[in-house]
């Protein structure tokens, strides 16, 4: 178990580009979640997949942000035409869901992008 | 709809100190509650949580929370602080319904010498 990864750890984009981030679950986890962290906030929720299924997606995403799981193992978050209020920290968490058992969520260290 | 409110955004305490983390939380269903503390430039690593049974919760390195319905707080203590647990602590809660967590804004505690 090498817990969740995320690549890459640091992104410095210029407005208007485009960036691409990717998550690595823990292999048997079949929850995804995406989460976005700014500065003296805590994490809030984007969006999550229960395998390769988008199952709930926060208002927070706006149509700029586009993310999916195609395969039900690593996923991917696309933020399209960056703006400076895009910079934030990035987090993705797995869990493994079980009949009628708790949900635990294990946290990737997370993709910090800053938009100049 | 859920909401967590964390009081004091810093907390500092001398090394040996009783650590007091405050969380209350808003859930219209029961709730699972959890900590979580983050250290700089990583992510978030889970310390303690509630789902049902008993309602103190014991954690890693020495942490405990009681979940208190009545006065809907999951309280963070532990009872003599430790230089390596300066971090930033993080709430959270979900529920059977909807397992995205909500997060409080987070408590920063500092540990002097």
């Known amino acids: 178990d090498t817990g969740v990864s995320q690549d890459p750890r640091h992104k410095i984009t210029k407005r208007g580009q485009n960036v691409t981030f990717r998550c690595d679950p823990i292999?048997?986890?079949?929850?995804l979640y995406w989460y976005r962290q700014t500065l003296g906030q805590g994490p809030e929720f984007l969006t999550y997949f229960q395998n390769e299924a988008q199952l709930e997606k926060s208002r927070l995403l706006s149509d700029r942000f586009s993310a999916e799981r195609p395969k039900g193992s690593f996923s991917t978050l696309e933020i399209q035409r960056t703006e400076q209020g895009d910079s934030a920290m990035y987090l993705c968490a797995s869990s493994l869901r079980l009949a009628g058992g708790d949900n635990e969520q294990f946290f990737g260290p997370g993709t910090r992008l800053t938009v100049l | 709809a859920q909401s967590v409110t964390q009081l004091g955004s810093h907390v500092s305490v001398s090394e040996g100190a009783l650590v007091l983390l405050r969380c209350n939380y808003s859930?219209?269903?029961?709730?699972?509650l959890f900590w979580y503390v983050q250290y700089p430039n990583q992510g978030l690593q889970l310390l303690l949580k509630y789902t049902t049974g008993a309602t103190l919760v014991k954690g890693i390195n020495g942490f405990e929370a009681e979940f208190k319905k009545s006065e809907t707080s999951f309280h963070l203590t532990k009872p003599s602080a430790h230089m390596s647990d300066a971090a930033e602590y993080f709430c959270?809660?979900?529920?059977?319904?909807?397992?995205?967590?909500?997060f409080g804004s987070g408590t920063r505690l500092q540990v002097q010498p």
């Open positions: 292999s048997e986890h079949n929850r």
């Open positions: 959270a809660v979900s529920n059977t319904g909807r397992r995205a967590l909500t």
């Open positions: 859930s219209s269903v029961p709730p699972y």
